[in-house]
């Protein structure tokens, strides 16, 4: 994929405090009435106030825009649904946005509506200057979630999933920005919605009229706010035409009860578990060992490593929007101190010339400076405190978390139950259930919704058996602070990495170990750790070289072959070999027909190395997928990361093998 373009809104402050684009020509909103436009506008003609009244418990409702700007739209919406919506309903806020405002822009412009003060702050604290893709926010204890599409919406809008009930179609006027104005976007707006869905938008323009129409919507004028004579609101009346979708990437049918049954209580399950339990879900975690984060998730020092790559593969394009969430979640969850994590940043060394490379092509692509710059030695020495001898990059708002505390945090809800020192042998299915059993094969519990969170002992039951999933070995060592060594004031990160004291211990790691699975630490790894540290600050190494280390930490990774997790609902595998098998003749076919899921079977699991970064958006994903949300990734990504990837790769490998050896497949 090709990298995209970085753009920041082009501000210019007129009287003081009206922002003004001077690339569009146009104001954003009008100082005097902005808020109540949007009132009149977008709440007002999508009948928001009464729709909302009459929501049920649990129900959820979608809101897209088109244009987020300041977030006006967005917070008055936010602050409508806060006094008429039942309080177990959750808001779905989902906005396109092409030319980000920086975050000190976005305060400024905000700060003309103090009676938006409160809602203001909220999205102020979790709002950083943001980086082309999706970014997912989280709010009121997770009744408001927000989705921003930063890129171009003729990109964005086409990979979202997502089924709206009522649309903001904002921006500036057709006039000025007439690119956006177009059939396309009238087209994906209405296959994207809900039968009944409503538009409202400030323009009365005919052609958007017309577009609108010829869509499928049922449009009207009605009077316009202040001086505008006119304006637009409709409601579709004709469903679009839905493209073919991948069966076997579709939803499954949506949770009927909103309870479940989480399996593993590491970083994914914990992340999992928070996630649905803000969504007033009733989860039960289950944990074989005796404490929470008691295998790969209890190291004591975890790095937010955000490893991107300037091409933007699938799994670069995951780590980015997923490293973005979890410092938001952080920020809204995790006091900092206190042992708990550390935003000291994180300094990626440019330890060779293909690193280094790598580096300046990211470097390059106008990241914010508050994401990542480049740095020199010189500068990475200042910013470590301690010498390094290579260029590199600074991630300022990364750092170190420790696991363990987070999970604890994660798990600290009401709806949340926890069992530790609790195997699980079996799961078996009757009656609409799952059923968990133990070694003995007596039901420790049932529900109609079941998440495996367990790593690689995730394949270990007979319905996941066919995922691919491969545990590695990792050891870290655990080495004394002293005076010199508590002068690391970031992480450094090469091969290796190594972190800023905690509670008087540096964290140094970590090995990769193919050859064996066993939990015992070996003095091998420590000296291959020791030797990682050269390339870090070889002033570090050789103060470290002469002191033995306090002690290791063994435990194993989870990855895929592709090294991208595993999330979503899973597929039974040999029904849906023989029901696709067309694909395994022609892999350009276009079946149909639901296929065949394990009903409530959903997996969250091969973060390999990076659960910090992965697992909390992970586990908003997987609340999305029962809930029948918006997706918080693009389509594709969240295709790169379903379980059914695999079956399907297996069917199209023996569709190729057939076409490049037609002669041998046709003698057998």
């Not at 101190?337 to 010339?353: A, K, M, Y």
Request: net charge negative.
């Amino acid at each position: 994929m090709s990298a995209p373009t970085i753009e920041s809104a082009d501000l210019v402050w007129m009287d003081g405090d009206q922002p003004f684009s001077s690339r569009f020509d146009d104001v954003y909103f009008s100082r005097e009435s902005g808020l109540d436009e949007t009132r009149h506008v977008f709440l007002t003609h999508n009948r928001l106030s009464e729709r909302w009244s009459s929501l049920s418990a649990g129900e959820h409702f979608c809101i897209a825009e088109t244009g987020f700007g300041t977030g006006l739209n967005f917070l008055a919406a936010w602050q409508l649904w806060e006094t008429c919506a039942p309080p177990d309903t959750f808001l779905h806020f989902v906005s396109t946005e092409k030319y980000p405002l920086s975050r000190p822009d976005l305060q400024r412009a905000l700060a003309i509506w103090p009676e938006l003060d409160g809602l203001s702050a909220e999205l102020l604290t979790q709002y950083q200057d943001l980086t082309p893709g999706w970014q997912h926010f989280s709010f009121a204890g997770g009744r408001v979630t927000l989705t921003l599409l930063i890129g171009d919406l003729f990109d964005t809008l086409p990979q979202l999933d997502a089924a709206v009930d009522a649309w903001f179609l904002d921006g500036f006027a057709p006039a000025r920005n007439p690119d956006m104005w177009q059939p396309a976007l009238y087209q994906r707006m209405a296959e994207l919605s809900r039968p009944g869905a409503t538009v409202a938008t400030f323009t009365s323009v005919g052609d958007v009229r017309r577009g609108l129409i010829a869509a499928g919507f049922a449009m009207q004028k009605v009077k316009g706010f202040g001086r505008k004579r006119e304006m637009l609101c409709g409601q579709l009346e004709h469903m679009a035409e839905q493209r073919w979708q991948a069966p076997w990437y579709a939803r499954p049918k949506p949770a009927e009860e909103r309870s479940a049954v989480i399996v593993g209580a590491g970083l994914a399950g914990c992340s999992t578990a928070h996630a649905l339990a803000r969504r007033g879900w009733q989860i039960t975690v289950i944990e074989r060992l005796p404490e929470v984060a008691g295998a790969a998730s209890g190291n004591p020092q975890g790095i937010l490593y955000c490893k991107l790559s300037p091409h933007h593969p699938p799994l670069s394009r995951f780590i980015q929007s997923s490293y973005q969430y979890s410092l938001r979640l952080l920020q809204r969850e995790l006091e900092p101190g206190e042992g708990r994590w550390q935003p000291c940043g994180v300094l990626q060394l440019g330890s060779d010339e293909k690193e280094q490379t790598r580096q300046l092509g990211l470097a390059n692509q106008g990241y914010p400076h508050s994401f990542l710059n480049a740095v020199d030695a010189t500068q990475a020495s200042a910013l470590a405190g301690v010498e390094v001898h290579h260029p590199g990059l600074f991630f300022p708002s990364g750092g170190w978390v420790s696991p363990p505390a987070l999970c604890r945090r994660l798990l600290d809800h009401p709806n949340i139950q926890v069992h530790t020192t609790t195997a699980v042998a079996e799961l078996r299915r009757g009656n609409d259930q799952w059923h968990i059993l133990d070694d003995s094969g007596n039901c420790l519990l049932s529900s109609r919704t079941v998440i495996l969170c367990g790593a690689h002992e995730t394949a270990r039951f007979e319905q996941t058996r066919h995922l691919t999933l491969k545990p590695i070995r990792g050891q870290i060592t655990h080495l004394p602070a002293d005076t010199l060594s508590s002068q690391l004031k970031t992480v450094l990160c090469a091969d290796g990495y190594v972190s800023p004291a905690r509670q008087g211990e540096h964290h140094l790691g970590a090995s990769f170990r193919f050859d064996r699975l066993d939990l015992d630490p070996s003095d091998e790894e420590n000296q291959h750790n020791l030797q990682l540290l050269q390339d870090l600050s070889p002033e570090l190494h050789q103060h470290f070289s002469t002191t033995p280390p306090q002690g290791a930490r063994v435990g194993l990774r989870c990855t895929a072959p592709d090294y991208l997790p595993l999330l979503g609902p899973v597929l039974e595998p040999d029904q849906f070999l023989e029901q696709y098998t067309v694909l395994g003749k022609d892999a350009s076919q276009q079946p149909a027909g639901p296929p065949p899921w394990q009903q409530g079977l959903y997996v969250n699991t091969a973060h390999g190395s990076r659960g910090l970064i992965s697992a909390p958006l992970s586990g908003e994903l997987i609340a999305a997928w029962l809930n029948d949300e918006p997706l918080p990734l693009p389509r594709d990504l969240s295709e790169a990361v379903h379980p059914s990837r695999f079956l399907l790769r297996q069917l199209v490998r023996g569709s190729r093998s057939k076409q490049q050896n037609p002669t041998r497949s046709t003698q057998q």
